[in-house]
C-alpha cells in the first residue's frame, strides 16, 4: 500500500536553500528562516490520533490513523511542543522536538503504551532535476530484527537496519519495482512485500517497515509501506 505525503513545491524546496535575497535597495535582505515538518502515526494500534504542533491542530480532516500522516507544515526553527491525543482528546504523548532552519523532518509516533515515543529524521532530499530516483529505508517496528531492504527476485537494496534505524536516500534507477522486507540474519525471508511502484526521476520515496510480529487482535501486523517525500 503506497501512502502519499503532502508534496513539496519546488517553489518551497528552493526556498529552504535561499538564506538571503536581494531587495530593490542595494542592501541584501535576510530572507526569513523555516523549517518543514511532517507527523506520522506508526504506531502499531488500532487507536487515530489528533496532531498539535504548539497547541495548534494539524490534522485538519480528522483523526490520523495507522501509517496516516499530516504531510508536510511550515514552522518555524527552534524548539516546539508536538501532542498526540487520542479522537476523544485524551493525552497519549506530549515531547519538545528542536527543528533546524532550513530542513525538511518527518516526526514519527512509535510504539505503544509506556513505550510509545517519536522518532525525528532530517528529510535529506534527492535533487528533482535528477535522472535517478531516490529511497531511503527506516525500521520502526518495535520487535522486529535487523532487516534487508530488496528487489523481489533482485538485489537487496538497503541492509541491516535494525529498529529505529534509517538509511539515507540512495540513488536508484527510475522503474517499476516489487519491494520485499527481509530478516537480514536469514538474507532470504520476505517478512513483507510492497504492492509493484513505479519510481520517478528526481522523485524521494521513503520505505518503513511498521507493525508488529504477532500481533494481537488490537494491534497492526508486520508490513511495509511506501511515502512519497517530493
Do not use: W
Not at 531587495?23 to 528562516?33: G, H, I, L, M, R
Not at 515531547?95 to 510504539?111: G, P, R
Not at 535533487?127 to 527476485?153: D, M, Y
Not at 540512495?170 to 519495482?177: C, G, Q, R, T
Amino acid at each position: 500500500m503506497n501512502i502519499s505525503i503532502k508534496k513539496l513545491s519546488a517553489v518551497a524546496l528552493l526556498s529552504i536553500s535561499a538564506l538571503t535575497f536581494q531587495s530593490c535597495s542595494k542592501d541584501p535582505v535576510a530572507a526569513p528562516e523555516i523549517a518543514y515538518l511532517n507527523l506520522i502515526n506508526a504506531s502499531p494500534t488500532v487507536g487515530t490520533f489528533n496532531i498539535y504542533l504548539d497547541k495548534n491542530l494539524i490534522n485538519q480532516n480528522g483523526a490520523v490513523a495507522f501509517n496516516g500522516s499530516t504531510g508536510y507544515s511550515q514552522t518555524s526553527p527552534g524548539s516546539h511542543s508536538v501532542k498526540f491525543t487520542t479522537a476523544s482528546m485524551q493525552n497519549v504523548i506530549t515531547k519538545n522536538i528542536t527543528l533546524e532552519a532550513n530542513t525538511i523532518n518527518s516526526l514519527f509516533l512509535i510504539d505503544k503504551g509506556e513505550n510509545i515515543d517519536f522518532f525525528k529524521i532530517k528529510d535529506n532530499l534527492g535533487n528533482l532535476a535528477s535522472a535517478k530516483a531516490f529511497v531511503r529505508f527506516i525500521n520502526l517496528s518495535p520487535n522486529a530484527p535487523a532487516l534487508n531492504l530488496a528487489v523481489k527476485e533482485g538485489e537487496v537494496v538497503i541492509s541491516d537496519k535494525a529498529y529505529k534505524t534509517s538509511s539515507e536516500f540512495i540513488e536508484i534507477e527510475p522503474k517499476a519495482y516489487v519491494f520485499q522486507i527481509k530478516d537480514k540474519a536469514t538474507g532470504t525471508t520476505a517478512k513483507a512485500e510492497l504492492e509493484s511502484v513505479e519510481l520517478k526521476a528526481g522523485k524521494s520515496y521513503t520505505i518503513i517497515a511498521t507493525g508488529l510480529l504477532n500481533p494481537s487482535d488490537i494491534e497492526q501486523p508486520f508490513g511495509g509501506k511506501l511515502m512519497i517525500n517530493q
